[in-house]
């Protein structure tokens, strides 16, 4: 499955194991770059505590030769001057969008499902299949290690946000860098406040959404994809509704009639001019 996002005039397309930059001209759609992300994936270090533990246990999930890397999840930042992807191999990483070098990587504890960037750009804020989300920093971080929200001791670095039973399927965050969305298998999309105040544990500073502004609830299937508009969410899935919320209250505004017997993998807003010509 391939993921297409238009920045300034050029497709990005995450496909497979790659990152491919195209430019539209008179003689048709042409590639100008490309980015080898398992080759990128493979180098990453695992982090320095428990390495042992981690290559016996996990070796197969975690950039071998015989695992095959794909692009599970992908985002371009507010300014679009970067792309964030998350790979099979739970890696992450963080390239500019215009030379497609790569920025920074890193080790994530889960397999991700979805990625975005926070409204000023310093972090993205990334879903996985165990349920919890978590951030990190864009810049490289000297810091590693966190009590996860299970109470948990953790090797990686970031700072978790919320944690939940049911696998994490997208995340947004709202326009304003109020809330923090989530949206599920168990059919909703929980809204939390987004950043909290700072809670110190072993003389490391980490925010936490713990505090539910609401839950939007009213699809039948899973919801696959969100997307944010103002302080209004658009979310479809499996049940192949599109659904808009009022993000503060969780109530719905709007809902279509059922638009397939297949789902509705994404949704997004497009901007009134359109970014490829």
């Excluded at 497609?100 to 409204?119: C, E, N």
């Excluded at 972090?123 to 165990?130: E, Y």
């Amino acid at each position: 499955m391939a993921t297409v996002h238009g920045v300034d005039g050029r497709l990005i397309i995450c496909a497979s194991s790659k990152i491919f930059s195209a430019s539209n001209s008179e003689e048709g759609l042409s590639i100008t770059d490309n980015f080898d992300v398992k080759c990128a994936s493979s180098s990453v270090p695992m982090p320095k505590k428990n390495v042992s533990e981690e290559n016996s246990n996990d070796s197969k999930n975690n950039g071998t030769s015989d695992s095959s890397c794909q692009v599970l999840c992908s985002a371009v930042s507010n300014c679009g001057s970067m792309l964030a992807i998350g790979t099979s191999e739970k890696t992450a990483m963080i390239v500019d969008s215009k030379s497609l070098q790569l920025r920074r990587a890193f080790r994530i504890p889960k397999a991700p499902t979805s990625v975005t960037f926070d409204r000023d750009n310093s972090h993205v804020v990334i879903g996985d299949r165990a349920g919890h989300v978590c951030r990190y920093t864009v810049e490289a971080s000297q810091k590693s290690g966190y009590v996860d929200m299970n109470g948990e001791e953790s090797p990686y670095e970031g700072e978790p946000l919320s944690s939940a039973i049911s696998m994490v399927l997208d995340v947004a965050i709202s326009q304003d860098g109020r809330y923090l969305l989530a949206a599920d298998r168990d059919e909703k999309i929980r809204v939390s406040r987004y950043p909290q105040a700072p809670i110190v544990h072993s003389l490391n500073l980490y925010f936490k959404a713990f505090v539910v502004q609401s839950f939007c609830l009213g699809h039948s299937a899973y919801v696959g994809s969100v997307a944010v508009h103002g302080d209004h969410v658009f979310s479809s899935g499996g049940d192949s509704i599109v659904y808009e919320w009022d993000i503060d209250s969780g109530k719905p505004i709007v809902q279509s009639e059922k638009l397939s017997e297949d789902p509705v993998r994404r949704v997004c807003v497009l901007p009134k001019v359109s970014m490829i010509k």
